[in-house]
């Protein structure tokens, strides 16, 4: 039988992927598990997150003394099986951290090829908004803002959306103008080609491999400023569950019942490692002037 050839873009892939450390492969596939959770939530979810028990409540996790296989991480304050809530809280922080991901990407690209193409005023005019949210306490804003504006799952996760734009502006900026330098660039702008064509379909698929690891290490940090903010009972609200206000709702229940603090804890933990052990793989293997693989 003929060897099929790989196509180019398989060929990436390939050459990406070879030599992938332990440690980046374990990582790899916790967040495989992860996603795999957050799709198939209502087909491997043993309760409904809202019913309650009370007869049944505190329950150790299954591998714990008086702990049983009907509720195997146990129950929570209300008699809720902590599993469930568990797998519930998992979608729902890893789509909010993916939606604000997105959103920071969106303004971050459009920014910054706006400041690579406009140049002059514009462009120091959109320096300025970059330099302005780098120096901005983030947090200290969320907090204003949800406690002035009160707060819903839309808000909370378009106001995450605004976190980290700035790093992505600058590096599309840089991105861009070194694109607009190249051959195909200019061979394009000849032709008579509209910036929206130039930029879209010719200047960002030279750049989606570096905005892709920027997004990798600015998602968890989004996951965790949600943890942060839903701990302190400003980000998402019951009945829906989140992995920070998990931890938030368990912290008087922490000498008591304290797996109920550190299993969600755990996962917030393991979630955003992972994330930043591949991102910083991945910067490492598509920057040719890296020195060292993780």
């Not at 196509?7 to 892939?13: L, Q």
């Not at 070879?18 to 979810?45: E, H, K, Y």
């Not at 146990?74 to 008699?79: E, K, M, N, R, V």
Request: proline residues 5%; hydrophobic residues 50%; glycine residues 8%.
């Amino acid at each position: 039988m003929k060897q099929g050839r790989l196509t180019p873009s398989a060929r990436g892939r390939v050459k990406i992927l070879r030599g992938c450390p332990p440690s980046v492969a374990v990582a790899i596939g916790w967040i495989l598990l992860m996603g795999f959770v957050a799709v198939s939530v209502d087909f491997i979810s043993p309760f409904d997150i809202k019913m309650t028990d009370l007869r049944a409540r505190l329950l150790p996790p299954v591998f714990l003394e008086g702990g049983n296989w009907k509720h195997i991480l146990g129950t929570d304050q209300l008699g809720r099986d902590t599993l469930s809530r568990l797998i519930y809280s998992i979608r729902t922080s890893m789509t909010i951290g993916l939606i604000s991901t997105l959103i920071a990407a969106s303004i971050g690209i459009t920014l910054g090829f706006l400041a690579a193409h406009a140049r002059g005023r514009t462009e120091q005019v959109i320096l300025m908004l970059i330099d302005a949210q780098a120096a901005m306490p983030f947090i200290i804003v969320a907090l204003a803002v949800l406690a002035f504006f009160g707060n819903n799952l839309f808000l909370f996760t378009v106001l995450l959306g605004f976190y980290g734009w700035e790093r992505i502006a600058r590096l599309v900026r840089g991105l861009a103008m070194s694109a607009n330098e190249q051959g195909f660039t200019i061979a394009v702008k000849d032709l008579g080609a509209s910036p929206v064509r130039i930029y879209g379909l010719h200047v960002l698929p030279n750049v989606a491999s570096s905005l892709i690891v920027a997004m990798t290490l600015n998602l968890p940090e989004v996951i965790l400023l949600e943890t942060g903010l839903s701990f302190l009972g400003l980000g998402v609200q019951p009945p829906l569950s989140s992995l920070g206000n998990m931890v938030g709702a368990a912290r008087d229940f922490l000498e008591r019942a304290p797996s109920l603090v550190l299993i969600p804890s755990l996962v917030i933990m393991l979630t955003a490692l992972s994330i930043s052990f591949v991102g910083d793989w991945l910067r490492d293997r598509t920057n040719p002037n890296a020195t060292s693989n993780r």
